[in-house]
């Protein structure tokens, strides 16, 4: 595909339920990247994969979340128990690799996200 | 005290001004993100800086890594740039973005 897909775009549950968020990064990325941005407020970091694995998965809120990437392109983000706390706009992005001690990173490419309402 | 800290948080300005928004940080970096989001919709990545300054028609990015500041420039606004302009760093310790909360920019014709 030409972009970063993020399916569903709208997700809507009930509290306590089981979802699970799909991104398609662009063909050829091997860093991939979950944010998940509030109403008014910059995104907030999840977790990031280089590859078929996390590296950084320290934004994960609770235990409620994960996310696997298990061929090294498209992730699934699977929020367990769903709070209505949980609801937010769900970013994915995807870049060429990113090192983080290296001088050098490649633009990052969002998706349009998934919009989850937890009711 | 947040890591990336933008001003203003709100800018209105009139078709044809010269608008700067500005970026402060407070870890090392690897690289300096600016991006666009307008409402509803994705982000896209405008820049992206590790030293200098870059341009890109009417918009230019700087950066002084020995201040920790970086600003985005906009040259003869126009009412299609209203949008949010969000500042994100690549921390040198890591992988991870840290964003910004984002400068809402109205531009009236």
């Known amino acids: 595909g030409a972009g970063v897909s993020q399916t569903p775009s709208n997700k809507v549950t009930e509290k306590g339920k089981y979802v699970e968020l799909r991104c398609d990064p662009i063909?050829?990325?091997?860093?991939l990247y979950w944010y998940r941005q509030s109403l008014g407020q910059g995104p907030e970091f999840l977790i990031y994969?280089?590859?078929?694995?996390?590296?950084?998965d320290s934004g994960l809120p609770n235990d409620r979340f994960f996310a696997v990437r298990p061929e090294g392109s498209v992730s699934t983000l699977k929020i367990q128990r769903t709070e209505r706390g949980d609801s937010a706009v769900y970013l994915c992005?995807?870049?060429?690799?990113?090192?983080?001690?290296?001088?050098?990173?490649?633009?990052?490419?969002f998706g349009n996200g998934t919009r989850l309402t937890v009711t | 005290k947040n890591e990336v800290e933008q001003s203003p948080q709100n800018l209105t300005a009139q078709e044809g001004e010269f608008i700067t928004i500005n970026c402060s940080y407070s870890?090392?970096?690897?690289?300096l993100h600016w991006l666009q989001q307008h409402p509803g919709g994705g982000i896209v990545s405008l820049f992206m800086?590790?030293?200098g300054k870059k341009k890109h028609g009417r918009l230019i990015a700087t950066i002084n890594i020995q201040e920790k500041h970086s600003s985005l420039h906009i040259t003869a606004s126009h009412p299609r740039d209203s949008a949010v302009y969000i500042c994100?760093?690549?921390?040198?310790?890591?992988?991870?973005?840290?964003f910004g909360e984002g400068t809402q920019l109205t531009v009236n014709p």
């Open positions: 992005a995807s870049s060429l690799w990113a090192q983080g001690v290296s001088s050098y990173n490649s633009p990052l490419h």
């Open positions: 870890v090392g970096i690897s690289a």
């Open positions: 994969f280089q590859g078929t694995g996390a590296a950084d």
């Open positions: 063909s050829g990325h091997t860093a």
């Open positions: 994100a760093v690549q921390e040198t310790s890591g992988s991870r973005l840290t």
């Open positions: 800086l590790s030293s």
